[in-house]
């Protein structure tokens, strides 16, 4: 991972300097910064399929990347992590679609605790999302706008799972 996050750091500086002059820190909440240019919001995210990584200088960005062929208990994680409307959206859902449904929401909040700074620790309730008709935010804590100040988005073309979330920082 740490070659894609210095190209993307590379990407984001305008290529100025050899990818091996770019390194990143973290905050105390693992959140990645350049110590130079600190306004510049990173995140990153990696499985077996690959790396995925965004940059924005406007708002709080938030990716996740996820390996949705591992096998899991997704109903029972489902019950004991996400909201209750979560947990009823993958209940209704059989076989890979209901590993899809449960990587998806998973996907999304994870990027979503990346778009304000934050890891699992902060907690996989502080966001809800709904998937259809049409995905959208419909929980997110209120000290970060509530969820008027989210845009959420499932990255469609992977071999795995994966989700962007945009934080207005305005």
Same mark, same amino acid.
């Given at each position: ?13 305008? *290529? ?24 510049? *919001? ?12 965004? *940059? ?49 929401? *998973? ?64």
């Amino acid at each position: 991972m740490q070659l894609g996050s210095r190209f993307c750091g590379a990407a984001a500086l305008g *290529w100025s300097l050899p990818l091996s002059q770019i390194v990143f820190e973290e905050t105390e909440n693992g959140r990645p910064y350049l110590p130079d240019v600190p306004d510049i *919001w990173f995140s990153f995210s990696s499985c077996r399929f690959g790396f995925l990584g965004a *940059w924005s200088s406007t708002h709080g960005v938030g990716v996740d990347l996820e390996d949705e062929t591992r096998n899991l208990e997704a109903l029972e994680l489902a019950h004991r992590f996400f909201s209750e409307a979560e947990a009823n959206a993958i209940e209704r859902k059989d076989g890979l679609e209901r590993l899809r449904t449960f990587f998806e929401l *998973w996907c999304l909040k994870e990027a979503a605790l990346k778009s304000i700074g934050e890891g699992l620790p902060f907690g996989l309730d502080a966001f809800e999302f709904e998937l259809d008709p049409n995905l959208r935010v419909v929980h997110a804590p209120p000290d970060h706008g509530g969820p008027e100040q989210f845009d959420a988005h499932v990255i469609e073309g992977t071999d795995g799972c994966a989700a962007l979330i945009t934080r207005s920082l305005a």
